[in-house]
């Protein structure tokens, strides 16, 4: 502001060590936040700049976030020396490439296509007037949080458009509520195996999660007896916020059968532990299995665990 540049003591320096005149050609710019030109040579402008940044006018680079830092996907330890030292066949001398199975997009071989009606309907939004090439809600557009909604809801719970937040993917969501339920030194019950996003994103905001037990001789399911030792624990049950449930499961493929569900609901609501489901693959079940939706379940069961649905299309 004006009147704090009159009283303060301002230093101006030019930041020849940038050669900002190289990567700003012109030489008159109109500022990303004003309509007043920038004259080349750029400049820097602090208070009392040679103590602040010290001494030599040069730019001190700011130190990686402490965010940053706890930030890493533990699974690239182990996958990127693989794919450091794959050779394609031609490498080899044998012709065969190698297929990853790791991404499990069934989209990279041409294989999905997206259906007709979703392409005409997004040629509609951008093309046609009014079109979608503005701002929306933060939330996502309320003809789509309806849609949702009344996809989500049930005989036994309707779920309210306001309820709904469209996210960027279900790992985007995912972000949206583990923010929402972890504070620095608290936790989070996850699967495991399980996907390692969810520790990823716990661990970014300074918080942990406590793994549960998923057996293999019950088709994957949960470990209910494993859950009951841990929030048996005092010293761990203290920080846990609520639990995430992964149905249908990555990576065990599992599809979790309705008592196994109510048993799950019945457990947390003892424990008064919060419910984060992500039901991603609740539309990719094949053979005898069926999906059941764990709000679904918990409305069956009284209403009593609250549940936050992740999922997409």
């Known amino acids: 502001p004006k009147s704090v540049l009159q009283t303060s003591s301002v230093v101006e320096e030019t930041v020849e060590q940038l050669d900002l005149n190289k990567a700003y050609p012109n030489n008159q710019k109109k500022c990303c936040c004003s309509s007043s030109p920038v004259v080349e040579p750029l400049t820097v402008s602090s208070q009392n700049h040679e103590t602040a940044r010290g001494g030599s006018g040069c730019w001190t680079v700011c130190p990686t976030s402490q965010k940053a830092l706890r930030t890493r996907n533990p699974i690239r330890a182990i996958v990127d020396p693989i794919v450091k030292n794959i050779q394609s066949g031609e490498e080899r001398g ?19 296509p997206p259906c007709q009606l979703a392409l ?3 040629v509609a939004a951008v093309s046609e007037k009014p079109n ?4 929306i809600h933060a939330c996502g557009l309320p003809a789509a949080r309806q849609a949702i909604a009344e996809h989500h809801s049930y005989p036994e719970h309707a779920i309210a458009a306001e309820n ?10 995912l972000e949206l509520v583990l923010t929402a339920l972890l504070d620095p030194g608290t936790s989070i019950l996850v699967p495991q195996p399980g996907f390692p996003l969810y520790e990823v994103i716990a661990e970014s905001h300074g918080a942990s999660v406590v793994h549960y037990r998923l057996d293999p001789n019950r088709n994957w399911e949960i470990d209910l007896e494993h859950l009951e030792e841990i929030m048996s624990d005092s010293t761990a049950s203290g920080t846990i916020r609520g639990i995430l449930i992964n149905n249908p499961s990555n990576p065990t493929g599992a599809v979790f059968s309705l008592q196994h569900l109510q048993d799950i609901v019945t457990f947390c609501n003892q424990y008064q532990l919060p419910i984060v489901s992500d039901e991603v693959y609740g539309n990719l079940t094949y053979g005898s299995n ?24």
């Open 94 to 112: 044998d012709g065969k490439d190698h297929i990853s199975l790791a991404l499990g997009d069934p989209t990279v071989g041409g294989n999905l």
């Open 164 to 173: 709904v937040i469209v996210a960027s993917g279900c790992s985007g969501s």
């Open 120 to 122: 005409d309907a997004i």
């Open 132 to 135: 979608a090439a503005g701002y």
């Open 290 to 313: 069926q999906f059941h939706p764990m709000a679904q379940i918990a409305a069956q069961c009284g209403k009593q665990v609250p549940v936050i649905t992740t999922s997409g299309l």
